[in-house]
């Protein structure tokens, strides 16, 4: 059965920063591509960051510069440092861990996190 159990949100001041941490069961952690994703009601769901097993990583946009996503593949761990934050990075913050076991890849989805910045 796989878990992804994200934890770190929470409120900050817009240019703080939060650390966002997805604990990892049930998948072969050392070879799933691993990735945050964003929501806010009303809109679609958005990558923001991913990182494969081998540590190439690639960012949305709106976050480079600001964002970095790691892992920590003994601890079966991926983590999301977001540093000067903005209002508009406001949203419910999702692990995702995908795997490749044939043709067609399996997604799996944690409960998500809040993260609101604001004064």
């Known amino acids: 059965q796989v878990q992804l159990v994200e934890s770190g949100g929470g409120l900050v001041q817009p240019g703080g920063s939060l650390r966002l941490s997805c604990a990892a069961s049930?998948?072969?952690?050392?070879?799933?591509?691993m990735a945050w994703y964003r929501q806010v009601p009303g809109e679609q769901r958005e990558m923001v960051a991913v990182?494969?097993?081998?540590?190439?990583?690639n960012y949305a946009d709106s976050v480079k510069g600001r964002f970095t996503i790691s892992r920590d593949n003994a601890k079966n761990m991926v983590y999301l440092q977001m540093n000067t934050l903005k209002p508009e990075d406001t949203a419910v913050y999702y692990c995702?861990?995908?795997?490749?076991?044939?043709?067609?890849?399996?997604?799996?989805w944690g409960q998500g996190t809040q993260v609101t910045v604001s004064s």
């Open positions: 995702n861990a995908n795997e490749f076991p044939g043709l067609q890849p399996v997604h799996y």
């Open positions: 990182i494969t097993g081998g540590g190439t990583t």
């Open positions: 049930g998948v072969h952690f050392s070879t799933a591509v």
